[in-house]
């Protein structure tokens, strides 16, 4: 079935260095989403691409489709210590065999101070 | 306005025992999903509802696992004679339309973190 992975599975950056999230997809996507998970919490929604080579940018997040649409990058510039947490793309492939997302394998980022 | 709401938080259940998990969705959200987190990994789709129809439960692991939206608002996730490798974080999440090439957000749940002893 589908799958969507993600690397790296852990980062380690200090405050003020950049970071970057790949995502990738077994199959072509309808569209992708970007969540974020705080430790001890629950998913929250971040940003949606929907179109080939699309960019979406939010203050210092940059989300990237790529041009097949099977694959997603985040980049997070500066980062700094609120940027804690794990990150997960989640991609749908309407009208494929199920029209659910299927959430990645998910980057977990820590920062230094 | 509140979230999505979930109950109880936490569950310690002896194995064998049924549970049930509670999910309140935000109002109006025509969509309900039910997701089980494993620790350290992405959350893994159960079943989804749209308003009180269960459209899709393809990915409930058993036939131990029922869940049901009887008026299309409140969801309730069962599960049956609960075995060890349940043990996990069950997140419910809902959102305002239904899944298409455009998807609508899914507001998420703080989750039910069940243990299985």
């Known amino acids: 079935g589908q799958q969507v992975m993600q690397i790296p599975q852990y980062q380690h950056v200090q405050e003020g260095e950049d970071f970057t999230t790949y995502c990738n997809s077994s199959?072509?996507?309808?569209?992708i989403q970007w969540y974020k998970q705080r430790p001890g919490g629950h998913p929250v929604f971040l940003i949606q691409l929907v179109k080939s080579g699309e960019v979406k940018k939010q203050k210092r997040l940059t989300f990237q489709f790529g041009e097949a649409k099977k694959n997603s990058s985040l980049h997070i510039t500066a980062t700094q210590t609120t940027d804690v947490g794990t990150y997960f793309c989640?991609?749908?492939?309407?009208?494929?065999?199920?029209?659910?997302?299927?959430f990645g394998t998910g980057t977990l980022l820590a920062v230094q101070p | 306005g509140a979230g999505v709401s979930q109950s109880p938080r936490y569950k310690v259940a002896k194995r064998g025992q049924d549970v049930a998990l509670r999910c309140d969705p935000i109002?109006?959200?025509?969509?309900l999903f039910w997701y089980q987190q494993a620790l350290g990994q992405g959350p893994e789709f159960l079943t989804y509802f749209q308003n009180e129809a269960q459209l899709d439960k393809s990915g409930l692991p058993s036939d131990r696992f029922f869940a049901e939206r009887p008026e299309g608002s409140v969801s309730t996730l069962k599960i049956q004679r609960t075995q060890q490798e349940d043990s996990a974080v069950y997140l419910c999440?809902?959102?305002?339309?239904?899944?298409?090439?455009?998807?609508?957000?899914?507001?998420f749940g703080p989750g039910t973190r069940l243990t299985v002893t």
């Open positions: 999440a809902s959102s305002l339309g239904v899944p298409g090439p455009l998807s609508y957000e899914q507001y």
């Open positions: 989640a991609g749908m492939n309407y009208g494929g065999a199920t029209n659910k997302l299927i």
């Open positions: 109002s109006g959200h025509v969509s």
């Open positions: 199959t072509t996507l309808s569209n």
